[in-house]
């Protein structure tokens, strides 16, 4: 009988060892460009997922709501949170990191902005053309987010969701999204933030976890909502004031519903074959840690509005 307990166990080591050692770490720029190439040609994320990779907002307290629609819901709320929409039809909003384009068109279409999106992965820029009607006024670009080749102060509204855990430099990040921000323009920022550890240092258990975290999707590091702050406090470009909350408990159930929706729709993995089914479960882990990470106060979502003096 001891043969039947064991191989469970061996089973659940041996993909333990494979997902560990699967993992895809930070190693410059050219990295997370491949990986998100590889993620936009498998399809897997955008036939689950739909066109925003990003988190979605569930309300708070949380409500049920249709995932898709979640995801939909954050552009809204967070246009709502950073003024955007007391900007007039027409002005000129840049998104820094668009993935395959999904906030970008919702910007065009229910908000009129003119919108130039921008990411460093070609795959995605190529999927977001051919997913944008010829009607909307969205173009994109290949561009790294830390040397934008935008001119200064270019744009009434500069947006990034989601875009920073994957540079380095957090300075630069938040010098490149000021320089390029008219005098009286808006900044909204919403990324994935990891607990302050200047007040409250990590237990070793959570430097675990925040290690494969980073590893598995191609993140140098997470700043803080208090780090960042700071360095877009720092920017030269233009004292501002800078505001933040945390929408943690509002995001938090798009951890748990980013595996329910492999459930809810079975064949937009297995109609890809079963490498498909692999790769979705190879991705549970990070996204079952992220999950608690939310839940421990470990990780945040932190969001940031400015208007540039």
């Not at 699967?22 to 040609?41: F, H, K």
């Not at 002005?91 to 970008?104: P, Q, R």
Request: with cysteine; net charge neutral.
């Amino acid at each position: 009988m001891l043969w039947l307990l064991a191989l469970p166990l061996a089973l659940a080591g041996l993909l333990l060892l494979l997902y560990l050692r699967s993992a895809r770490p930070y190693d410059g720029a050219a990295s997370v460009a491949g990986y998100y190439d590889s993620w936009t040609g498998d399809q897997l994320l955008e036939r689950l997922w739909g066109e925003h990779v990003h988190l979605g907002h569930y309300g708070d307290p949380p409500q049920r709501c249709d995932f898709r629609d979640a995801k939909a819901r954050l552009v809204h709320e967070l246009v709502r949170w950073g003024g955007l929409d007391q900007l007039p039809p027409g002005s000129c909003l840049l998104d820094v990191g668009c993935g395959i384009g999904g906030s970008a068109r919702i910007l065009a279409r229910d908000y009129g902005f003119e919108v130039l999106a921008v990411s460093i992965s070609p795959a995605q820029i190529a999927r977001a053309r051919t997913l944008t009607a010829p009607h909307l006024s969205c173009s994109y670009a290949l561009m790294d987010a830390l040397n934008l080749d935008l001119p200064d102060a270019s744009f009434a509204a500069v947006w990034s969701v989601e875009a920073g855990p994957h540079i380095p430099d957090k300075q630069g990040f938040a010098d490149e999204l000021l320089r390029v921000l008219q005098p009286g323009g808006r900044l909204i920022v919403a990324d994935w933030n990891r607990r302050d550890d200047r007040t409250q240092p990590l237990s070793w258990p959570e430097r675990l976890v925040m290690r494969q975290l980073l590893d598995q999707w191609g993140h140098p590091q997470f700043a803080s909502i208090e780090s960042f702050r700071e360095n877009l406090r720092a920017s030269p470009h233009g004292s501002m004031a800078v505001e933040t909350a945390d929408w943690s408990r509002a995001t938090a159930p798009s951890w748990g519903e980013s595996i329910l929706e492999g459930l809810r729709r079975p064949m937009a993995v297995l109609g890809l074959g079963p490498g498909a089914l692999l790769q979705a479960l190879r991705e549970s882990p990070t996204i079952l840690l992220m999950g608690w990470a939310w839940g421990s106060g470990l990780m945040t979502f932190g969001v940031f509005r400015a208007t540039r003096r």
